[in-house]
């Protein structure tokens, strides 16, 4: 019988033929146009030790064995990939909110994999949860350009009662407090939109000579 693709019990025609063993074999047009050599399944292994790699796989191979990034270093992916891929996630969490709680309870406090002791300062740790930055998000979404300024280059969310304040006041003393506070830590009220230079100067911040732009 000979290898190959098989369409309602029948074999097609051989077009080409095993590199090693000749064996008669189908190899689609397109497969042919992009492929240096066929084989049969029992001859595959032995062809690819015998003939090779290309110049460009091995240099491919040899960065990936290099940076261990499976040589994708650098490589940027479009906007609308990056879009297209938030959409699809945003979809599959809403439909799926217990796994999403799920996720949550496995990755919090010392179950998470950089766990260090509760080391991270509450003010710190309270700015990396997912409210604070959805209070960012509607902050700047409302503004839409800096509030001082009109600046609409590298915007950031300024609480005007400033967030050590409020978990003071509060006597918040952990994330779940936080989150029971939620209303009056993330009201929308309290933030207005600076870019980052008008919010250096709010907090008497000065930038690094090597400081780098968020883009």
């Known amino acids: 019988m000979i290898e190959g693709n098989y369409t309602g019990g029948l074999v097609r025609t051989p077009n080409t033929q095993c590199v090693l063993c000749e064996k008669p074999l189908y190899r689609r047009p397109s497969d042919m146009a992009s492929s240096r050599y066929a084989a ?5 292994g032995r062809a690819q030790t015998i003939i090779g790699i290309t110049d460009k796989q091995k240099a491919g191979l040899s960065q990936g064995r290099e940076k261990g990034t499976n ?10 990939s990056k879009a297209k891929t938030a959409e699809a996630n945003k979809a599959f969490w809403s439909n799926h909110p217990e796994q999403l709680a799920n996720r949550g309870e496995k990755l919090r ?12 300062k509450l003010n710190v740790s309270i700015r990396q949860m997912d409210e604070n930055r959805k209070w960012m998000e509607a902050v700047k979404e409302r503004d839409g350009k800096c509030v ?6 590298v915007l950031e969310a300024h609480h005007k009662v400033s967030l050590v304040v409020l978990i003071k006041t509060l006597s918040s003393t952990s994330r779940d407090d936080a989150r029971q506070n939620a209303s009056v830590l993330w009201n929308i009220e309290n933030g207005e939109t600076l870019c980052q230079d008008c919010h250096y100067k709010e907090h008497g911040r000065k930038k690094r000579a090597n400081h780098r732009k968020r883009v």
């Open 40 to 44: 049969c399944m029992p001859c595959r």
């Open 148 to 153: 001082r300024c009109s600046s609409v280059e």
């Open 71 to 80: 040589h994708r270093t650098g490589y940027r992916h479009r906007e609308e």
């Open 109 to 120: 406090g010392s179950k998470h994999y950089k766990w260090k002791g509760g080391a991270t």
